[in-house]
């Protein structure tokens, strides 16, 4: 899912300003790097820039997006702005060879000529440096935007040739808003929140036949926890062992068991403008906190935390669970 231009404006407020601040000050320089999680809108920020440096009709630090300029840079038709993806596992030497080639070149468009390199820490050794001999020999009125989720894998050299952006995580709501937008409900738009950041994720997660069967997996897992510990235990072996076979799953299952007991704590303590993981268990987890006291809630969420622990040292998840049950039914944590 592509975030539009209005979205960074609302979601990167900072890197905005900065870019807009760069652009009234005329004080842009050779090379960009953008750093962020995946799906934090790097690609479309960069767009925002170029767009705004080659606009007809900047009005208020902003590209009109009507100009013929900014109508081909939308299009990704403008011959001055030119990208480069990783060709398989890396960005080759071959790839930043012809980019170098094309930016000497008299374009067919005047002003200002950009690159942006997507996953810049994909390039290989060779291909990184003959970045860095172009960066440290600027040709004209060309600027490099680089790209990455992990600016630590970049050479050293290049990272201090480029002005750091550095981009925040996106809020929780906002990831919630465009889920909803895609018609996954609210409810589990607001579970998937809590497990990643990323919106492409978020919907495909949202989407998973697997991840929807855990999830109430889990939730009926609670309401067994209220009944009595042979229901529960019973539970355990009947769905819950033999179908997280997976580490990765069974952590997940954990950490959605955790979330339920966050929205138990809040909703007794009444926190307001609490976004919970399971909405559409309000009524059930009120009446879970009306009767548990704070200090049994604390045992039983540090119980969840520790058979994390216990997990990651490969203790056997059946007796694991199984004393996560009782733990849970009594509200004391593991020992």
Same mark, same amino acid.
């Given at each position: 899912?592509?975030?539009?231009?209005?979205?960074?404006?609302?979601?990167?407020?900072?890197?905005?300003?900065?870019?807009?601040?760069?652009?009234?000050?005329?004080?842009?320089?050779?090379?960009?790097?953008?750093?962020?999680?995946?799906?934090?809108?790097?690609?479309?920020?960069?767009?925002?820039?170029?767009?705004?440096?080659?606009?007809?009709?900047?009005?208020?630090?902003?590209?009109?997006?009507?100009?013929?300029?900014?109508?081909?840079?939308?299009?990704?038709?403008?011959?001055?702005?030119?990208?480069?993806?990783?060709?398989?596992?890396?960005?080759?030497?071959?790839?930043?060879?012809?980019?170098?080639?094309?930016?000497?070149?008299?374009?067919?468009?005047?002003?200002? $000529?950009?690159?942006?390199?997507?996953?810049?820490?994909?390039?290989?050794?060779?291909?990184?440096?003959?970045?860095?001999?172009?960066?440290?020999?600027?040709?004209?009125?060309?600027?490099?935007?680089?790209?990455?989720?992990?600016?630590?894998?970049?050479?050293?050299?290049?990272?201090?040739?480029?002005?750091?952006?550095?981009?925040?995580?996106?809020?929780?709501?906002?990831?919630?808003?465009?889920?909803?937008?895609?018609?996954?409900? $609210?409810?589990?738009?607001?579970?998937?929140?809590?497990?990643?950041?990323?919106?492409?994720?978020?919907?495909?997660?949202?989407?998973?036949?697997?991840?929807?069967?855990?999830?109430?997996?889990?939730?009926?897992?609670?309401?067994?926890?209220?009944?009595?510990?042979?229901?529960?235990?019973?539970?355990?072996?009947?769905?819950?062992?033999?179908?997280?076979?997976?580490?990765?799953?069974?952590?997940?299952? %954990?950490?959605?068991? %955790?979330?339920?007991?966050?929205?138990?704590?809040?909703?007794?303590?009444?926190?307001?403008?609490?976004?919970?993981?399971?909405?559409? $268990?309000?009524?059930?987890?009120?009446?879970?906190?009306?009767?548990?006291?704070?200090?049994?809630?604390?045992?039983?969420?540090?119980?969840?935390?520790?058979?994390?622990?216990?997990?990651?040292?490969?203790?056997?998840?059946?007796?694991?669970?199984?004393?996560?049950?009782?733990?849970?039914?009594?509200?004391?944590?593991?020992?």
């Amino acid at each position: 899912m592509m975030l539009t231009i209005d979205n960074i404006k609302m979601i990167q407020p900072t890197v905005v300003k900065q870019i807009q601040s760069l652009y009234s000050r005329e004080r842009i320089v050779h090379a960009y790097l953008f750093e962020g999680d995946k799906g934090t809108g790097k690609s479309q920020a960069a767009q925002f820039f170029i767009q705004l440096l080659l606009c007809e009709q900047v009005v208020n630090n902003e590209p009109c997006g009507q100009c013929r300029q900014c109508r081909l840079v939308t299009s990704g038709n403008h011959t001055n702005v030119h990208h480069i993806y990783p060709d398989g596992a890396t960005i080759k030497i071959e790839q930043v060879r012809n980019l170098m080639k094309e930016m000497k070149m008299v374009g067919m468009e005047q002003g200002h $000529k950009f690159y942006v390199i997507h996953h810049a820490d994909k390039m290989n050794i060779a291909a990184a440096n003959m970045l860095l001999k172009f960066l440290e020999e600027p040709v004209g009125k060309v600027t490099a935007i680089l790209l990455t989720e992990q600016y630590q894998a970049i050479l050293p050299t290049i990272l201090s040739r480029c002005q750091h952006f550095k981009f925040a995580a996106l809020p929780r709501e906002v990831i919630i808003e465009q889920l909803i937008e895609q018609q996954i409900t $609210k409810s589990m738009a607001s579970t998937v929140s809590l497990l990643t950041n990323n919106l492409d994720e978020a919907i495909t997660l949202s989407t998973n036949e697997q991840f929807v069967q855990m999830r109430k997996t889990v939730l009926h897992l609670i309401g067994t926890i209220q009944q009595n510990v042979q229901e529960s235990l019973l539970y355990i072996q009947e769905a819950w062992i033999p179908v997280y076979k997976e580490r990765e799953d069974f952590e997940r299952a %954990l950490d959605l068991l %955790l979330f339920a007991y966050r929205d138990i704590v809040a909703l007794k303590a009444d926190i307001e403008g609490t976004v919970v993981a399971f909405p559409d $268990k309000q009524a059930e987890f009120e009446n879970i906190a009306l009767n548990s006291t704070y200090e049994r809630l604390s045992k039983q969420m540090q119980a969840i935390l520790k058979a994390r622990e216990q997990l990651h040292r490969n203790m056997n998840r059946s007796l694991l669970m199984e004393q996560l049950m009782l733990n849970l039914q009594e509200g004391y944590a593991f020992v």
